[in-house]
C-alpha cells in the first residue's frame, strides 16, 4: 500500500524558515518524480515545487522561487521541502504527492494526508 | 503561472450528468496530452479521477471520463450519486518552464 506522510508543520513568524518532510513506502521511490502542493484554508490547489526521480529537474512556482528548496533522498525513500523568510500568504495545508511519471508530468496518483503551516506574527 | 480557467461551481439532482470545463491555453492544456482531473471531498487529500487527458486509474467508477479539444479539457460524470458531491480539480503539464497548472476547482452539489 502507498503511504506518504508529511511532518514538519508548525504555526511560525514571518521571515522563518521551516523544513518539511514526506516519507514514502509502498512503492519504487526512485521510479517515480514527487512533488509539494499546497491548499491555502478554504482555497484551491496549488503546485509549490516538483523533482525528478535522480533530483535533476527541480521546478518552483514564482510564488516561492528564491524562498523554497525541494530536495530528496532515495536511499532514505524521503521528500523534503526547505522553507525559507515565510509569509503569511504561505499559510496552507501541505500535500506531498507522487507523480505517476520518473519526470515531472505533474499528473499525480498518490496524496499524502497534508501538514499545515501557519505563518503569522 | 495563470491557473486553468474553471467553472466555480455546478450543480445537478441524482442521476443526471453534467461536464466540467477546464480552460488554458496553447502552452498547456493545448500542447500536451497531461491533464489530470482531481476530486476532494471536505478534510481529505485529493484523489486522481483522470489522467493523460481520457485515462481512468484502476478503481474510478466508469461514470467518470475526461475529454479535451484544443485548449479545453473536460471532465464528465454520468448518473451522479450524492457521494459525487465535492470540489474538482483540472491540472496540466505547462512545459518546462512553467512545469504545472491547477485549475481553481469547481464545486459540485448534487440536490
Known amino acids: 500500500e502507498v503511504q506518504l506522510v508529511e511532518s514538519g508543520g508548525a504555526s511560525v513568524q514571518p521571515g522563518r524558515s521551516l523544513r518539511l518532510s514526506c516519507a514514502a513506502s509502498?512503492?519504487?521511490?526512485?521510479?517515480?518524480?514527487m512533488h509539494w502542493v499546497r491548499q491555502a484554508p478554504g482555497k484551491g490547489l496549488e503546485w509549490v515545487s516538483g523533482?525528478?526521480?535522480?533530483?535533476?529537474?527541480?521546478a518552483y512556482a514564482d510564488s516561492v522561487k528564491g524562498r523554497f528548496t525541494i530536495s530528496r533522498d532515495n536511499a532514505k525513500n524521503s521528500l523534503y521541502l526547505q522553507m525559507n523568510s515565510l509569509r503569511p500568504e504561505d499559510t496552507a495545508f501541505y500535500y506531498c504527492?507522487?507523480?505517476?511519471?520518473?519526470?515531472?508530468?505533474?499528473?499525480?496518483?498518490?496524496w499524502g494526508h497534508g501538514t499545515l503551516v501557519t505563518v503569522s506574527s | 503561472q495563470s491557473a486553468l480557467t474553471q467553472p466555480a461551481s455546478v450543480s445537478a439532482s441524482p442521476g443526471q450528468s453534467i461536464t466540467i470545463s477546464c480552460t488554458g491555453g496553447?502552452?498547456?492544456?493545448?500542447?500536451?496530452?497531461?491533464v489530470s482531473w482531481y476530486q476532494q471531498h471536505p478534510g481529505k487529500a485529493p484523489k486522481l479521477l483522470i489522467y493523460?487527458?481520457?485515462k481512468r486509474p484502476s478503481g474510478v467508477s466508469n461514470r467518470f471520463s475526461g475529454s479535451k479539444s484544443g485548449n479545453t479539457a473536460s471532465l464528465a460524470i454520468s448518473g451522479l450519486q450524492t457521494e459525487d458531491e465535492a470540489n474538482y480539480y483540472c491540472?496540466?503539464?505547462?512545459?518546462?518552464?512553467?512545469?504545472?497548472?491547477f485549475g481553481g476547482g469547481t464545486k459540485l452539489t448534487v440536490l
Open positions: 504527492a507522487k507523480d505517476i511519471r520518473v519526470a515531472l508530468s505533474g499528473m499525480v496518483d498518490y
Open positions: 509502498g512503492f519504487t521511490f526512485d521510479d517515480h518524480g
Open positions: 523533482i525528478s526521480w535522480s533530483s535533476g529537474t527541480i
Open positions: 496553447s502552452s498547456d492544456v493545448g500542447s500536451y496530452n497531461l
Open positions: 493523460e487527458d481520457n
Open positions: 491540472c496540466s503539464y505547462a512545459g518546462s518552464d512553467t512545469y504545472v497548472v
